[in-house]
């Protein structure tokens, strides 16, 4: 046996638990576990400007692989506090990150001490686990079980807090025979599988809802394969999107109040059976309850059992891993089809793709107005990219209209803070896809308070050479604010506008974002020309070779463009026009070929 400090445990640990990555910040507070991290000499630290993003990051790289789990440290008090809209949007999101701050010495955890928070209590309700722990000899057990407890079931963060005395104690552990612990993760029976195909193969027109469990359980083949063996339309959720390539012919658009297609809502509408597997029914998906369930026969598969039932009681639930069910679910279909009696879906999913290819059901992009409508740079970035970029965003009209007309056409390419929607996510997040995947083409996606929320970050992108290209929709608003005050009749608040004394060619835009971008380190540049669009993407590629640094593309766009949403999925606002024809929207998937 080896005697040695709680933290030098600590990082055996982690090394064993397969962690190579870390983002943090350190203070005094934590400093004892940087000293064990820095004996080790194995990890890669990428130093944070703001703890938030540290979380952030770990987010970004947790989502951007399977089996990924993201990491982030700080010191005591205001670390952690900082770090807890990570915790929020990974726990919202079913994104499994191990958060781990500094405290006081246990004897001033009551004596309101400097920095002394109880992080333990504040971050129970954002976590699956919290903890202060108490005894060093527990340090390396309570890691052991953090990791125990992210993998299994629903995946989620954790926290562990570690008093400085803790963490410096002198405890015995053996790294060498350490093996983390089996994961939990329920399974399907035959029985709930066949039922569930049966049910299925009983409906008239069924669709398949997708959503970011199939991702967590590595299963997007498993999912293309039972419905290209059943000839089932898929429909998937915002956290599921790449489940199935969206020019697949059973990819059947997204549904939803914002982040959907006109012809995904249809056929939702249209349908009289839904097979839901890993989503969790989210109200920006339903919209109302009544309007999203009528007329249709529901199934849920779920990993977590108090999902089933939450949002309103499905007519067949199961509690099991995505992957296990599919698995299960392919075989029950592949008897029906032996035995000759899996129906034959060819005329339900010929509808849905006649709807997907409707010009009627697209929303013109080609625009070639100045300043440059919003439509317009989602149909040059399709043009641009190809079937292997990995878009990053967040909230804002920005990311509703990147959902509504951008192309994704793989598992994991669409990376997104679903539930919690945190504005400032977006660029430390890309940095951690960056850090996870040094190959992928990786595209960000913000609106121009998105971008501001925490663009210190950059700077992060600059010093450890972590390049992306970050396309920065610019309208000088809290736009999809201001959009939803026209219900007040109301433009409060929202401006982001003002008269630059430092930079009059921003013509009153306010903020020079291509200033600040070199100020911290990356390049940029800025468009104001539709034309312009695709030569600034070049620009940015090559300049990412060059320098391997965050290339930030400034669209200049006019100041107010309402998107397409609404209160329910059958009434969804138009406030732009539709195509007439093919030539109105050039890069609509279903008109691609
Ligand atoms: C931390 C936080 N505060 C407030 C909001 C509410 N909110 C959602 S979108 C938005 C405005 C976004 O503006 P911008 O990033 O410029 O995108 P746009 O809608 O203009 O495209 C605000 C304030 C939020 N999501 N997160
Ligand atoms: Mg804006």
Redesign the pocket.
């Known amino acids: 046996m080896a005697r040695m400090r709680a933290v030098d445990a600590a990082a055996a640990v982690l090394r064993k638990e397969g962690i190579s990555t870390l983002f943090g910040v350190p203070g005094a507070a934590i400093n004892p576990l940087y000293s064990a991290l820095q004996a080790d000499g194995g990890f890669r630290h990428i130093l944070a400007r703001h703890v938030e993003g540290a979380s952030h990051m770990a987010e970004g790289y947790a989502r951007a692989q399977p089996g990924n789990i993201g990491v982030c440290l700080g010191t005591s008090g205001p670390a952690g506090t900082d770090m807890l809209t990570g915790l929020y949007s990974a726990s919202g999101d079913s994104i499994p990150i191990l958060c781990v701050t500094g405290q006081a010495p246990r004897a001033q955890l009551h004596q309101e001490s400097f920095q002394a928070v109880d992080i333990e209590s504040i971050a129970k309700p954002v976590t699956k686990w919290a903890v202060t722990v108490r005894e060093p000899a527990l340090v390396p057990r309570v890691f052991q079980q953090a990791f125990h407890i992210m993998r299994s079931g629903r995946p989620g963060p954790v926290l562990i807090d570690l008093p400085f005395d803790v963490q410096m104690g002198e405890i015995e552990f053996d790294p060498d025979t350490y093996e983390p612990l089996p994961v939990y993760k329920p399974a399907a029976t035959h029985a709930q599988a066949a039922k569930a195909v049966a049910m299925l193969n009983h409906a008239q027109r069924p669709v398949i809802v997708s959503g970011g469990g199939v991702f967590n359980a590595d299963a997007a083949d498993k999912l293309r394969a039972f419905a290209e063996l059943t000839g089932v339309p898929v429909i998937p959720t915002l956290m599921g999107w790449g489940v199935i390539p969206d020019d697949h012919p059973l990819m059947a658009g997204m549904v939803g109040l914002q982040t959907s297609h006109r012809y995904g809502n249809a056929t939702l509408l249209e349908s009289d059976f839904v097979l839901g597997i890993g989503n969790r029914w989210a109200n920006r998906h339903t919209g109302s309850i009544d309007v999203y369930t009528k007329g249709r026969t529901f199934v849920h598969i779920d990993i977590e059992p108090t999902q089933i039932g939450r949002v309103f009681g499905p007519d067949y639930g199961i509690v099991s891993d995505a992957g296990a069910a599919l698995d299960l679910m392919i075989e029950a279909a592949r008897e029906l089809k032996a035995a000759g009696l899996l129906r034959d879906r060819g005329e339900w999913a010929e509808q849905c793709r006649a709807r997907k290819s409707a010009a009627s059901m697209q929303r013109k992009t080609h625009f070639d107005a100045v300043p440059i409508k919003p439509q317009r740079v989602y149909e040059e970035m399709n043009a641009a990219f190809g079937r292997d970029v990995r878009y990053v965003s967040t ?4 990311q509703i209209a990147a959902a509504q007309f951008l192309h994704v056409y793989q598992a994991r390419h669409w990376i997104n803070a679903g539930q919690a ?4 996510w977006t660029v430390p997040a890309a940095l951690g896809v960056r850090a996870a995947d040094p190959e992928a083409e990786i595209v960000a996606i ?6 501001q929320f925490m663009l210190e970050e950059l700077a992060v992108g600059a010093q450890f050479k972590l390049p992306y290209m970050h396309i920065l ?1 610019n ?1 000088a ?5 201001r959009q939803s005050q026209r219900g007040f009749d109301m433009d409060y608040c929202v401006q ?1 506008s003002f008269e630059n004394i430092n930079a009059p060619h921003t013509k009153g835009y306010g903020v020079d974002h291509v200033a600040v971008a070199e100020g911290l380190g990356c390049k940029a540049i800025r468009v104001e020309e539709p034309g312009q669009i695709r030569p600034a993407i070049e620009q940015a590629r090559a300049w990412m070779k060059e320098y391997q640094v965050p290339v930030l593309v400034e669209c200049i766009l006019e100041r107010v463009t309402n998107i397409s949403m609404g209160a329910e999925i059958d009434k969804v606002g138009e406030f732009e026009e539709l195509a007439a024809n093919a030539a109105d929207a050039p890069t609509a998937v279903a008109l691609l070929d």
């Not at 929607?421 to 400032?424: N, V, Y």
């Not at 913000?446 to 971008?451: A, I, K, L, R, T």
């Open positions: 909230i804002g009209l920005s929607g945190p504005l400032g913000s609106g121009d308070y998105d971008f929709v309208n608003y809290l736009g999809l604010i982001l």
